[in-house]
Structure formats: structure tokens, C-alpha cells
């Protein structure tokens, strides 16, 4: 198989697991922030090998930066229209 993709399939599997660990932070973020992991270490000269590896690292630190227990929620519930009010 070619090597571009054994590694795209090992940051993929690293990238769902570091979701599936994150669990109380919205998934798009976690995924955000490994891919710009992944960026930072490319651009630090991590090689193929380490770079699943190294990404996760720094994405677990920035997560552990973070501190959301749960999601926030709207103060105000906003009003719903009636029907047959014009708008």
C-alpha cells in the first residue's frame, strides 16, 4: 500500500480516538485542533513515522488547556412565532 496513505489512515484512527477520548468537548473542535497539531508538526520537521504520535501529544495539550465540562446553554429561550402572525 502506497505510504501517503497508511499515513493518512493512521492520523484518521488517531484523530477518531482522540475524539472518542474527548468526549465532553464538541467533536469538530477536537478534530480542529489535532489537525492544526498535525500543521504545527509538519512544520516543526516531524517526520512520517512520529507524526500521528507527535500531533497527539500536542493536540492533548492544547485540549488539556481548554476547560469545557459541558456544553454552554442559552440563557434566554428564545420565542417562538405563532401561527398565521405575519412577519
Not at 48 to 73: F, H, I, Q, T, W
Amino acid at each position: 500500500m502506497n505510504p501517503a496513505l497508511l499515513l493518512r489512515r493512521r492520523l484518521v484512527e488517531t484523530a477518531a480516538g482522540l475524539a472518542d477520548e474527548y468526549g465532553a468537548h464538541p467533536a469538530g473542535s477536537v478534530l480542529r485542533c489535532y489537525a492544526r497539531a498535525v500543521r504545527l508538526m509538519r512544520r516543526a520537521g516531524c517526520g512520517d513515522d512520529e507524526l500521528p504520535a507527535a500531533a497527539r501529544r500536542a493536540a492533548v495539550e492544547m485540549l488539556s488547556a481548554r476547560r469545557v465540562e459541558e456544553p454552554l446553554r442559552l440563557s434566554v429561550i428564545p420565542r417562538q412565532r405563532r401561527p398565521g402572525w405575519a412577519s
